[in-house]
Nanobody
């Protein structure tokens, strides 16, 4: 059974930085891909970034070089480094993993960016 646990969210001022972590109970090197999504109040969940097993990444246009996804296979953890945060980045951020035909989600971590 795959479990994903996010951490690292919080309240930050505009222009600040946060690093989110997603610890996987399961070998992340086995996953077909992993990614970060977010959902703001009243909006649909949207892709932030995905990373294939080979390490290729696909970022949403709104990231514009501000966010970086990385992974540490030895710790079974992926990260999302977020810089130059804006109020519109306020959302619950979710970690997602795909293993063959199964998709797994974490519980989410709240990121709030104040003016």
């Amino acid at each position: 059974q795959v479990q994903l646990v996010e951490s690292g969210g919080g309240l930050v001022q505009a222009g600040g930085s946060l690093r989110l972590s997603c610890a996987a109970f399961g070998r992340i090197s086995s996953f077909n891909d992993m990614g970060w999504y977010r959902q703001a109040p009243g909006k649909q969940r949207e892709l932030v970034v995905t990373m294939t097993k080979g390490g290729s990444t696909n970022y949403a246009a709104f990231v514009k070089g501000r966010f970086t996804m990385s992974r540490d296979n030895t710790k079974n953890t992926v990260y999302l480094q977020m810089t130059d945060l804006k109020p519109e980045d306020t959302a619950v951020y979710y970690c997602r993993a795909v293993l063959w035909d199964q998709t797994y989600w974490g519980q989410g971590t709240q990121v709030t960016v104040s003016n």
